[in-house]
């Protein structure tokens, strides 16, 4: 457990310093949590005045395209990252942004790189039924689980969720619009979901994301937890 610890903060320390350098302001903070296969990180005030201007603007759209291209060459360096500091080869990099909070979360699928791992695996949620969060979706899908990363870090994981329109859209190279209604439709289910786990975990939720891999037909929500004292 230490071990896992002093790992997740050097990766966090990395992910930092790379974020400052390419985007001219980096996060103030970043915590990082192991349970393979997941490796999430949740960025804290990552918000340049820059950026702050078009989001006042109204042109998060612009934001968002640029924040994504600058992304897309990122991820080899931040797979270089994780195989450096923890010996895991990265297979998929997925972000999302909370320009409201000036937060942001990066969710890494992740395997051990050729040998034993020190890392836990994610702790699957016994206690928060599946059926329950099927019912409360706003989006229907194959199946649907839940994981307790740490304590501070909830993820559930909905597969199975293109339909066949879904997919005429994908194949038609229409991926953005898609992702963009989809996030619309998820997020109208999103305040039930959460009701349903405070009340069932008997925890507080302190931001959510909601995030895609649409190669993957699944989609992943991820909810950062406040402690017990109730600070952030």
């Not at 990395?14 to 990180?41: M, N």
């Not at 199975?160 to 898609?178: C, N, P, S, Y």
């Amino acid at each position: 457990m230490e071990q896992t610890k002093i790992i997740e903060s050097e990766i966090a320390k990395s992910i930092g310093r790379l974020l400052r350098d390419s985007f001219g302001k980096g996060p103030d903070a970043v915590f990082v949590s192991i349970g393979l296969p997941y490796v999430i990180a949740h960025l804290r005030n990552f918000l340049s005045p820059m950026e702050k201007v078009l989001i006042e603007q109204n042109q998060e759209p612009m934001l968002r395209l640029a924040r994504e291209a600058v992304m897309r060459n990122l991820t080899p360096k931040i797979g270089a990252i994780f195989k450096e500091i923890a010996q895991l080869e990265l297979t998929e990099l997925l972000y999302e942004w909370d320009f409201d909070n000036k937060s942001a979360v990066l969710v890494a699928s992740c395997s051990p790189a050729g040998h034993a791992s020190p890392f836990y695996s994610a702790v699957p949620t016994k206690d928060l039924p599946p059926r329950k969060l099927k019912q409360l979706s706003a989006m229907k899908s194959e199946d649907i689980a839940s994981y307790h990363i740490n304590t501070r870090t909830l993820l559930v994981i909905k597969r199975g969720i293109l339909g066949a329109v879904e997919k005429q859209f994908i194949e038609q190279g229409q991926e953005e619009q898609l992702k963009h209604a989809l996030q619309t439709l998820e997020s109208k289910g999103l305040a039930r979901i959460i009701a349903l786990i405070e009340k069932t975990l008997d925890i507080k939720i302190h931001e959510s994301f909601i995030l895609w891999s649409l190669p993957q037909n699944m989609s992943l929500l991820v909810f950062i937890l406040y402690p017990p004292s109730g600070k952030t």
